[in-house]
């Protein structure tokens, strides 16, 4: 398993954290550079098999291929949403891998949608979240990237569940899995190239995208709304008590959320 | 990162508001008016797209006068705003502005005719402070939601946030603008904005891919 080791990982770790960062982020510099191997990596790999995999096939294959692996997470999506208490939400996921299994033969149309039955988007790390777990400071995966202490152990757990991990032969289950790979990374194209146009420090702009869009993802888009007037910076001394060893309380989290000034009015 | 880059990439739809035809118009009529006349002029005219000074046009005529630039710089400086002169907020202003106009451009040129589902307004009439939400819908995908945080003003409701996925764009510039503000101040961060846009548009002369 994934999560004691991530534990010695960050013991080792916090010798290194720096005092002048984000309390979100006790591991920046670690961090920093596994995000340099991944960009490393994904511009000499992922990138270009991805771009290649969009110019040669068909948009209507890419659809099918995309719909197929969407359906067989859709099993653990509700599980996700049974551990949640959101029955009815899980119930609707499991009509959905049904209908999309059958009427949409073995996934590849996702007929589920056009009746009306919505798509959610559920993992273990949301399921822990929900529990009360508190994100943890943030880390960068190699190659899986962004997530928190809270989300790898999730991740972890959704890997050890994944439906496709259980494809036999294994060579079968090797090709299903790469080529699910390129197909999230050739969705990812426009994405990747408009986030390094919009942002001054990529490393930064993706953490806090990744932190807001993970809060949203818990609370189901309906995050509470927490907006205060400024508050005074805090002092190096203030921001090192404030960071976070090994998990850190929920509301550390959202500080900067709750720092938004209010709108001038002209 | 794959959640936050699809929501990124529906940034398109986040700046999607163009020109009010009259004056009395609720802000979630507003916002459908805009992003469907948008649309429809990208879905029409194939050669835009490719076309970036084209598609800024589109986006300075349709969509910039229904956001409140002044407001989300100021937002997404947050404690920073105070420190700058007013001559410093001009400038901030109009480079942050150049910045969103041109990830704008590049987000509308990947559009791939999702389709739109305008969301009934929650609010009460006399609200002068409310939240439009649409969701972009795709197949096998999660409806990705697009939440405008909108003001009314004297000069009509303005947009002063976007919420794509969950995802406050103002929010998210604010640790970028305040760690360059911390290491080298007010004009420090007018710089980087101005060398960031400099070197988008020298890239963007170029033929796109």
């Known amino acids: ?266 | 990162m794959r959640t936050i880059a699809k929501a990124f990439l529906c940034l398109f739809a986040a700046f999607v508001l163009g020109s009010a035809h009259g004056e009395e118009l609720t802000p979630d009529a507003l916002v459908k008016n805009v992003t469907l006349e948008v649309v429809e002029l990208i879905a029409k005219d194939k050669e835009i797209r490719g076309n970036r000074n084209k598609l800024i046009e589109l986006i300075d005529e349709k969509v910039l006068p229904h956001f409140n630039f002044t407001g989300m710089t100021a937002l997404a400086m947050g404690q920073g705003w105070n420190k700058a002169n007013a001559e410093q907020k001009k400038r901030l202003t109009e480079e942050f502005k150049i910045l969103l106009v041109r990830t704008y451009a590049s987000a509308l040129a990947a559009y791939a005719e999702q389709k739109f589902d305008f969301r009934p307004l929650r609010a009460k009439p006399t609200d002068t402070d409310v939240t439009v939400n649409v969701r972009v819908l795709q197949p096998g995908a999660q409806p990705v939601p697009i939440d405008y945080s909108m003001e009314k003003t004297p000069a009509g409701w303005k947009v002063y946030d976007v919420m794509v996925g969950g995802v406050s764009l103002v929010a998210n510039y604010r640790t970028e603008f305040n760690n360059t503000v911390r290491d080298s101040g007010i004009e420090g961060l007018i710089k980087t904005l101005s060398a960031k846009n400099r070197t988008l548009e020298a890239a963007g002369a170029a033929p796109q891919k």
């Open chain 1, 1 to 266: 398993m994934r999560f004691p080791g991530s534990v010695v990982l960050l013991a080792a770790l916090a010798a290194c954290a720096t005092a002048q960062g984000d309390p979100r982020d006790p591991f920046e510099g670690f961090n920093r550079g596994v995000y340099r191997f991944n960009e490393t990596v994904d511009a000499a790999i992922a990138k270009p098999v991805a771009t290649a995999y969009r110019d040669l096939v068909h948009e209507e294959i890419r659809n099918r291929v995309r719909n197929f692996f969407s359906n067989i997470a859709d099993l653990f999506i509700g599980v996700n949403n049974l551990l949640q208490g959101k029955i009815q939400d899980g119930v609707e996921d499991w009509a959905r891998f049904a209908f999309n299994s059958t009427f949409g033969l073995l996934g590849i149309h996702d007929v589920a949608t056009d009746m009306g039955i919505e798509k959610h988007n559920e993992d273990f790390g949301q399921t822990l979240g929900r529990w009360g777990v508190a994100d943890g400071p943030y880390l960068v995966l190699p190659i899986l990237g962004s997530s928190t202490l809270r989300d790898s152990v999730g991740t972890a757990a959704d890997i050890y569940t994944d439906p496709v991990g259980d494809f036999r032969p294994i060579r079968l289950r090797n090709s299903a899995v790469a080529l699910r790979l390129v197909n999230v990374r050739a969705d990812l194209l426009d994405a990747s190239r408009i986030l390094g146009e919009a942002a001054l420090d990529k490393y930064v702009f993706q953490r806090d995208a990744y932190l807001q869009r993970r809060r949203s993802l818990i609370y189901d888009g309906q995050p509470p709304r927490e907006e205060r007037p400024p508050e005074p910076e805090p002092t190096p001394e203030e921001r090192r008590s404030e960071a976070p060893v090994n998990a850190a309380p929920a509301a550390d989290v959202n500080d900067d959320l709750r720092r938004v000034p209010q709108p001038t009015h002209p």
